[in-house]
């Protein structure tokens, strides 16, 4: 429903629901409280409520976060059957059919792809996904969201006019919750009804290899060249990056790749979103093969290095020193 | 056994480069393709026609353009092909769609599996897929890597932080991850025939019975965004603040 | 005048672009290090729809006429000679044969397999003391009973290894010689008395194989002449003929990536503080690439509308495989200079367009006689009949 038409004749706003996500530490996890934190500041915008909803097993603790990000209500469903997304998705659904909220906000997760757009197509809403900026525009009320198209090429900024307006929020798009523990809300329990519903059951954890693309077409390649030192840990940042392995010529000639592995104007032409060079000095030759990758990491001694001046982020120092920084830091 | 694909056509992301400076976008060559993952998607459907009887009709929703991803999903095999085309269709965001969809499908009747890709390049959104789920009343599997078929149900290897099986009751709605296959090559001959022996059918909002109000969006297209420039040389003094940097840049 | 690629033609042109990145592109190198073109390649091409590109469906082919047949070999010759050269003397010459002059009877018996690439042709013309001067064949055909006794030997004979059919010319009548008295022949390489020799090793196009051909009295039945008993001669010179414009084809391909690769160099290297592409004499280079790749490709496209037209096009057709070939030569030797030492390089992926490109000035009729093929054309047009 759009109502931008009966503009001045705007209805009340209704209240800002947020569907929050434990993490494996049975916590509320950052991006929900991250999200909170975001619907209180639209909240007070609006002159309205912040329901927070959580499916799944017990809070405990995080009730009294949620409350201090600024949940007015924290809803609770609990059952073993939440743990599948169609029984989360119609137990949610009921409890909005029951409160329809102004706004809605997902983290963008995996549970938010199948949940989010269900919700969204039930409640005749628009939905903006993987939002990495999301406002309200208040004069509008309607909610305006930039999204990466074209695996992130560029972005679109989007608004959604019908009520309520869903949007899957990225991390760091609201940034970090104020956190005020004096803050007084309440706590409800939700009902789970899951008679009637056409259930997808889950057989098992199964191992299955999904095809590795080419080299040429791999998104992420962390790639050795002579000064690299430890090969064994470019793989392990390979690894921890799901990124495949790849290296300039001299990586061939130390025997640590194969002649498929090597990038460059006598090996591969490679575009990857992240290419991170270690120990590669960064000559013509390699820079070739480079030249169409999104964003370039250099780590290398040698502060003259050609590869410093053109990469996009740049570490000077002992390559194995760094990467087992990098893998820490990563973890 | 009538299997539906529903396949979007897209920009071509090879005709077009990115001027985050001028922050605008240049196309110089306007190619159009059928979005990746739901190229996956037919390609699923055809490989379950491989091996049982079955019938697979592909939709494709769009302006008259469409025809071409039509044609070209015929000439991999489709039996079928579908295009839906009105001017009260366009800008369709992913309510609209997920409607359109559900309505062709209701007309056509006797689906068993509705597939489609799990993100379309343009929109990025993944919203369709699940959308249509709804809409339609039936369950959904999402990120589906390799999809079978049981009695009254389809099987599926999904991902979700890793690997599934999954079975879902039919009528279900597959949603195929991105990558999951390499769909196969169209045959020559299929290829000229696509043209000068065949065309797709053609449905507007009247033959849906889609009124103007069951197609009005709820999102629009407001502008464009670009990321920042890029800064060659930047010399960073920590792997933390590497991975700061490119965590905030949204490379990882 | 239209000169946009009709969008069956177009929509093939993609599939064929996208099957020769994905599927030749990565193989490139390791065909032309091991001289072989893998066999699950030449499968997937078949299955592809690629063996019989030009003829139409009614026997099996996949009714894209001249012009689909010439994108086909524009897209692969972009990609990999040998490849090209394998469905190339299949398509173009081998099955064309048989496509143009066959019975209805033999191309409804062979056509169909050969299509599908599930049987692979070659063109069997040229002899040891027979190449430019076709019409000194010596090969016989000796009538017997109700079949035909093969027996000579032909040379470079390209697909001659590995194929299944193959077009054959051979003396039916010792005393009128090779014109007037020489008859084609559909033969299969499983029949007692052929053998195929070792393949050569040339300087280039290592994964297409050719060698020389034995045929120890083969018996032919006479329901596989191809054409009239006698008229050979002119069957292969027909053939030969719109085989030549696929080739200008095959070659503008191998031109376009000769430029591509030129252009992308010449933007990555810097040399004297300067970006190549900043250099006068490489601009220069480059422009006269670029000019003679766009005429050649409107010569290329205009022949084969001539053909798919019912229309006269022997001149053209010459001018094609002459201006390709030699274009190609140009545009490649060019390129090999603008990379330098990487141009030489095995690795650098130039040479060996280099190598392959040195045959097309040779093959299917030298440079030199296809200039007298064009020069009696035109001295036809005004009256003058010349020999060569």
């Known amino acids: 429903m759009n109502y931008l038409d009966d503009f001045h004749s705007a209805p009340e706003p209704r209240d800002i629901w947020v569907v929050v996500e434990l993490g494996a530490d049975g916590k509320a996890t950052p991006l929900s409280l991250e999200l909170v934190g975001g619907a209180r500041m639209m909240a007070d915008g609006l002159g309205c409520y912040v329901h927070a909803v959580a499916l799944g097993t017990d809070l405990g603790d995080s009730v009294a976060e949620l409350i201090a990000a600024g949940a007015d209500r924290v809803h609770v469903a609990q059952d073993p059957n939440l743990a599948h997304a169609d029984a989360r998705c119609k137990v949610l659904g009921d409890v909005l059919a029951a409160q329809p909220p102004e706004v809605l906000l997902f983290g963008a997760t995996r549970s938010a792809d199948d949940v989010a757009p269900r919700i969204a197509q039930r409640l005749g809403a628009g939905l903006l996904a993987h939002c990495i900026s999301l406002q309200m525009d208040e004069s509008e009320r309607v909610l305006i969201g930039t999204m990466p198209v074209y695996e992130g090429d560029y972005f679109e900024v989007r608004a959604c006019t019908s009520r309520p307006g869903i949007a899957t929020v990225e991390p760091n798009a609201f940034g970090p919750p104020y956190l005020d523990s004096y803050r007084f809300g309440e706590t409800e329990t939700v009902a789970v009804d899951l008679a009637d519903l056409n259930r997808v059951r889950v057989v098992g954890p199964v191992a299955y290899a999904a095809p590795q693309a080419p080299l040429r077409k791999a998104k992420r390649i962390v790639s050795a060249g002579r000064q690299a030192g430890d090969f064994e840990c470019v793989k392990q940042l390979a690894h921890l990056l799901g990124a495949q392995v790849a290296g300039a010529r001299e990586a061939l000639d130390e025997g640590w790749i194969t002649e498929e592995q090597v990038v460059g104007a006598m090996g591969e032409t490679v575009q990857p979103d992240l290419y991170i060079a270690v120990g590669i000095r960064g000559d013509t030759y390699h820079a070739f093969g480079i030249r169409n990758a999104k964003y370039v990491v250099a780590i290398h001694p040698e502060k003259d290095a050609p590869i410093l001046k053109s990469a996009d982020a740049a570490l000077v120092g002992d390559p194995p020193k760094i990467m087992s920084e990098l893998i820490e830091a990563l973890r | ?245 490119l965590k905030r840049q949204r490379v990882i | 005048m239209d000169f946009d690629l009709k969008p069956e033609h177009r929509a093939l042109q993609k599939s064929i672009r996208e099957f020769m990145q994905e599927e030749v592109k990565p193989l490139v190198k390791q065909i032309d290090r091991d001289s072989r073109v893998p066999d699950e390649l030449l499968k997937k091409a078949g299955a592809a729809g690629l063996f019989g590109i030009p003829f139409s469906q009614k026997y099996g082919g996949m009714g894209a006429g001249e012009i689909g047949y010439c994108i086909l070999m524009e897209e692969m010759g972009r990609v990999d000679a040998s490849t090209t050269a394998i469905i190339g003397a299949h398509t173009g010459i081998g099955v064309m044969t048989l496509y143009l002059d066959g019975t209805e009877e033999l191309k409804q018996r062979y056509l169909p397999d050969l299509c599908s690439g599930k049987k692979i042709a070659a063109f069997a013309l040229t002899e040891a003391n027979a190449g430019s001067d076709a019409a000194s064949i010596r090969m016989k055909a000796t009538r017997e009973g109700d079949s035909y006794m093969l027996d000579g030997e032909k040379m470079w004979i390209t697909n001659g290894p590995i194929a299944d059919v193959l077009s054959v010319l051979a003396i039916t009548d010792a005393s009128l010689g090779a014109r007037g008295g020489a008859t084609c022949f559909a033969v299969e390489s499983n029949w007692e008395g052929f053998t195929a020799g070792k393949r050569e090793e040339k300087m280039g196009l290592h994964g297409s194989p050719t060698a020389a051909l034995k045929f120890d009295n083969v018996r032919v039945p006479q329901e596989n002449v191809i054409g009239k008993v006698g008229l050979g001669f002119v069957t292969m010179m027909k053939t030969l003929d719109i085989g030549r414009v696929s080739l200008g084809a095959a070659t503008l391909g191998g031109a376009e990536v000769s430029l591509e690769s030129a252009l992308q160099w010449a933007k990555a290297r810097h040399q004297f503080g300067r970006n190549l592409a900043n250099m006068q004499s490489l601009q220069f280079m480059i422009a006269d690439m670029a000019s003679e790749i766009e005429a050649l490709r409107s010569l290329v496209y205009r022949t084969a509308w001539l053909v798919d037209n019912g229309r006269p096009h022997t001149k053209e057709a010459g001018m094609c495989k002459l201006l390709g070939s030699e274009i190609a030569s140009r545009c490649i030797d060019r390129a090999l200079q603008i990379h330098g030492a990487l141009g030489l390089t095995r690795d650098g992926q130039i040479e060996r367009g280099w190598r392959d490109s040195r045959i097309n000035e040779i093959f299917e009729g030298t440079n030199e006689i296809q200039r007298i093929v064009i020069a009696s054309e035109l001295f036809q047009e005004i009256g003058v009949r010349i020999r060569p």
């Open chain 2, 1 to 245: 056994m009538r299997i539906v694909v529903a396949i979007k056509q897209v920009l071509d992301p090879r005709g077009f480069t990115v001027n985050r400076k001028a922050e605008k976008i240049f196309v110089n060559h306007e190619e159009y393709m059928i979005n990746p993952a739901d190229k996956s998607a037919l390609e699923v459907a055809l490989q379950i026609k491989d091996t049982v009887e079955a019938e697979i009709v592909v939709l494709c929703g769009g302006p008259e353009r469409a025809n071409e991803a039509l044609r070209q999903a015929w000439a991999m095999g489709a039996d079928r092909g579908i295009q839906l085309t009105d001017k009260l269709f366009a800008g369709a965001d992913g309510l609209v769609a997920a409607r359109l969809l559900a309505a062709a499908i209701r007309k056509l009747g006797g689906v068993e599996v509705a597939l489609t890709g799990e993100r379309a390049l343009d929109t990025g959104a993944g919203e369709v897929g699940p959308r249509l789920a709804e809409a339609l009343g039936w369950p959904h599997i999402l990120a589906a890597h390799k999809v079978g078929l049981t009695d009254g149900a389809v099987k599926a290897i999904a991902k979700a932080d890793r690997f599934v099986e999954v079975e879902a009751p039919r009528p279900a709605v597959v949603i195929v991850a991105n990558g999951a296959n390499q769909p196969r090559y169209a045959h020559a001959a299929r290829v000229i025939n696509s043209y000068q022996k065949w065309s797709p059918e053609v449905w507007n909002a009247a033959d849906l019975g889609l009124t103007e109000t069951d197609l009005a969006v709820a999102v629009v297209k407001r502008g464009l965004a670009f990321p920042a420039e890029r800064q060659p040389g930047t010399v960073l003094s920590s792997a933390g603040e590497l991975v700061g940097m």
